[in-house]
């Protein structure tokens, strides 16, 4: 009787576990869907992306600028399975650019650390340059551009979101930048005939 006692109590004492364990995941499943995920939209305005170069440095990158007709992010995370299944095509991409067109800005931007990230672009031939958000807040903009990949985005000079896709679908890039010129174009000659 005391054996049947003591496997009834030990059995208790698990159900009791359990379901404290139950209630505890749930109250922080409840607590994760209260907070807005962040998010990026075509149309939006990202100014500049902080983070740390290649060589391990804090650094901002800014988006608005006229030095440039368009800024392409690629996102990236060396351990990503679909991420290394496009990098031969990103490094194809990155080299094939038109010298004759309008200058762009090209930035692959990963959460990982400097030194992984710098590892994986030599390992594909990457000529570009890395931007680490590995400390970037939870609801930042960078936050956000890393939490899908590979993925590709294109802002214009004034830093706003005009094209996303997913990272296999880079020969769309070109595409965007080509309407984004064509906008800039059309805005260079509105505004000269004021």
């Given at each position: 009787?005391?054996r049947f ?9 698990l ?16 607590d ?16 500049a ?10 650094t901002?990158?800014?988006l608005?600028s006229?030095?440039?007709?368009a800024?392409?992010?690629y ?7 679909f991420c ?6 990103w490094?194809a991409?990155f080299?094939a650019?038109?010298?004759?067109a309008a ?6 931007v990963?959460?990982?650390l400097?030194?992984p ?12 340059d890395l931007l680490?958000?590995s ?7 960078e936050?956000?551009?890393v939490?899908?990949?590979p ?8 830093g ?9 679908e880079?020969?769309?890039?070109d ?5 984004i010129?064509s906008l ?7 505004e000269s005939?004021?």
């Amino acid at each position: 009787m005391k054996r049947f006692q003591d496997v009834a109590l030990s059995l208790l004492v698990l159900a009791i576990i359990a379901r404290t364990l139950h209630v505890m995941v749930r109250a922080q499943s409840a607590d994760d869907t209260m907070v807005p995920a962040p998010t990026v939209l075509i149309g939006d305005t990202v100014p500049a992306l902080t983070g740390y170069a290649e060589d391990g440095v804090l650094t901002t990158v800014s988006l608005d600028s006229d030095s440039y007709t368009a800024t392409v992010v690629y996102a990236f995370h060396p351990e990503c399975v679909f991420c290394d299944l496009v990098a031969s095509e990103w490094a194809a991409h990155f080299a094939a650019g038109d010298p004759k067109a309008a200058p762009v800005r090209r930035i692959a931007v990963t959460r990982e650390l400097p030194g992984p990230a710098a590892t994986h672009a030599q390992q594909f031939n990457w000529d570009i340059d890395l931007l680490s958000v590995s400390g970037s807040v939870e609801m930042s903009p960078e936050a956000f551009l890393v939490s899908r990949t590979p993925w590709v985005y294109v802002f214009d000079r004034d830093g706003v979101l005009r094209f996303h896709a997913d990272g296999a679908e880079v020969e769309h890039v070109d595409q965007a930048m080509a309407e984004i010129a064509s906008l800039s174009e059309v805005a260079r000659r509105s505004e000269s005939t004021r």
